[in-house]
């Protein structure tokens, strides 16, 4: 069983930046792709950004490619998402999933486990 907790959310003003982490715990050895999604009041969770075990393999959805970057740290168990020139439209609960297959997916129902989520409020 693998544990996730993320940090990092909070109210910023439309073109800030803010940098999100993901911590895992538990048994992180069997751990393999994460993923950052989202989920907006009234909204389906949708997709943000995914990355491999290896952390060469990197996708994100289309709203989001060239603000946002996914990263990792498998030394400390951590899951990055720097998210720039943000938008009132990225507002949204953040949630980071993992998964114990090593190729990172877009689908909700290909994560084993989630975290809690953090909030990411963009004004204009």
């Known amino acids: 069983q693998v544990q996730l907790v993320e940090s990092g959310g909070g109210l910023v003003q439309a073109e800030d930046s803010l940098r999100l982490s993901c911590a895992a715990s538990?048994?992180?050895?069997?751990?393999?792709?994460m993923g950052w999604f989202r989920q907006a009041p009234g909204k389906e969770r949708e997709f943000v950004a995914a990355i491999d075990k290896s952390g060469y393999i990197r996708i994100y959805a289309d709203s989001v490619k060239g603000r946002f970057t996914i990263a990792r740290d498998n030394a400390k168990n951590t899951v990055y998402l720097q998210m720039s020139s943000l938008k009132p439209e990225d507002t949204a609960v953040y949630y980071c999933a993992g998964r114990n297959n090593y190729v990172p997916t877009r689908e909700t129902n290909g994560y084993d486990y989630w975290g809690q989520g953090t909030q990411v409020t963009v004004s204009s």
């Open positions: 538990g048994h992180t050895n069997s751990g393999g792709a």
